[in-house]
């Protein structure tokens, strides 16, 4: 009940295409829900995060969307470009009243974006 | 400028040594975090700390071990009983409630 599963694994996309990353959570005590990049060799870094009290939140290219019946959200990136080239990684923690306040982390996604 | 540093940047260890890596903050975060990082892998959770001088094993604390004797401070030392330390080692402190993690840059471990 504890897993965030996150796919695909690694995609390929287009300059100027639109990558998707989906992610899927058991927990429905879960009410934070970020993204982070990663670039190699560096640590991950927070990209953008929601709560289920709202469907979408945009920041630039980036927007999550966001189902609380399904247990689903996902990243979309708009006008994907080559330096978005990277490891994305959602993860899901509960923020207050839980024994802990660890993030779960998905299992990451290595995007390629061709020029 | 507030930030988490980690010390040093690439670290050699030979066969049966014991090493520590440093991990400092100025967020005034109260929890911290080691993740581990295999090639191509994902972030997996060694130890983590909501509070000073207290610390919980994550999922592959085996070998390893950790002090929080400071607010700042969470050192990681990879002991010789670890049999595969090689790897990128990520720490992370947090605020509690509805904030995310922030990441250091990481020290690469290998063993020579």
């Known amino acids: 009940q504890q897993q965030v599963k996150q796919s695909p694994q690694s995609l390929i996309v287009q300059k100027g295409g639109i990558s998707i990353i989906n992610c899927a959570y058991e927990?429905?005590?879960?009410?934070?829900f970020p993204w982070y990049q990663q670039f190699p060799g560096k640590g991950p870094a927070l990209l953008i995060a929601?709560?289920?009290?709202?469907s979408e939140k945009k920041e630039g290219r980036f927007t999550i969307s966001f189902n609380k019946s399904a247990k689903q959200f996902s990243l979309h990136i708009m006008d994907s470009q080559p330096g978005d080239s990277a490891t994305y990684f959602c993860?899901?923690?509960?923020?207050?009243?839980?024994?802990?306040?660890?993030?779960?982390f998905g299992t990451g996604t290595l995007l390629a974006v061709q020029p | 400028d507030g930030g988490i540093t980690q010390s040093p940047k690439y670290l050699f260890r030979k066969e049966g040594q014991n090493v520590t890596l440093s991990c400092e903050q100025n967020?005034?975060?109260?929890?911290m975090y080691w993740y581990r990082q295999d090639p191509g892998q994902g972030l997996r959770l060694i130890y983590y700390?909501?509070?000073?001088?207290?610390?919980q094993k994550g999922d592959i604390a085996e070998g390893y071990s950790v002090s929080r004797e400071k607010k700042e401070s969470f050192p990681l030392t990879v002991t010789s009983a670890q049999k595969n330390p090689t790897a990128f080692y990520l720490c992370?402190?947090?605020?509690?409630?509805?904030?995310?993690?922030?990441f250091g840059s990481g020290t690469r471990l290998t063993v020579v």
């Open positions: 992370a402190s947090s605020m509690t409630g509805c904030y995310g993690y922030t």
């Open positions: 927990n429905t005590a879960f009410d934070y």
């Open positions: 929601i709560r289920p009290d709202v």
């Open positions: 993860a899901a923690k509960r923020c207050y009243g839980g024994a802990t306040n660890k993030l779960i």
């Open positions: 967020l005034n975060h109260d929890a």
């Open positions: 700390s909501q509070i000073v001088n207290d610390f």
